[in-house]
């Protein structure tokens, strides 16, 4: 059960009781051998003018590749997941604001699977959702 600590005010005047739970870190049920994998999100072929996003890769380099696709004269494609969304969309208005594009988004919910591992429990599987987008960027007069 959570350890509770009293703690006063400190107002001088009026003594209020705060009950202070622990944390999940110092609990006893805790496991100190359980670790999550996740893993690799579920995606189709990948073709030469999809560009996926992340919020650790280079944003100047999707700039670039992305300018190479529209002189081109292909369509873009691109796609986004989770913290990633704003990142593909601020990639989609930054190429707006450098050509003469149309942008059509889709917004789409997927399911993630993480592999959680404990001795005590074994192997499970967890299911998640996470938010995703797929932005078309098509030059006009192409």
């Known amino acids: 059960m959570d350890e509770k600590k009293n703690v006063k005010s400190p107002k001088s005047k009026l003594d209020v ?3 202070i739970a622990s ?3 110092t609990r006893k049920n805790s496991d100190p051998d359980h670790y999550i994998e996740k893993r690799i999100t579920p995606r189709p072929f990948k073709q030469r003018n999809d560009v996926y996003v992340n919020k650790k890769s280079s944003f100047g ?3 670039k590749k992305c300018k190479e696709l529209l002189n081109s004269g292909e ?3 691109i796609h986004g997941l989770g913290a990633a969304v704003n990142y593909a969309v601020n990639l989609a208005l930054q190429l ?3 050509y003469p594009v149309v942008l059509d988004a889709n917004t789409s919910t997927v399911d993630l699977m993480d592999d959680h591992y ?3 429990i074994g ?3 967890e299911t998640r959702r ?3 987008i797929r932005i078309k960027v098509h030059l006009i007069g192409k």
């Open 123 to 125: 192997h499970k599987v």
């Open 61 to 63: 380099a999707h700039i």
């Open 130 to 132: 996470n938010s995703a």
């Open 75 to 77: 369509d873009v494609y």
């Open 118 to 120: 404990s001795p005590s």
């Open 23 to 25: 944390s999940s870190r």
């Open 17 to 19: 009781e705060i009950k």
């Open 96 to 98: 707006q604001s450098l």
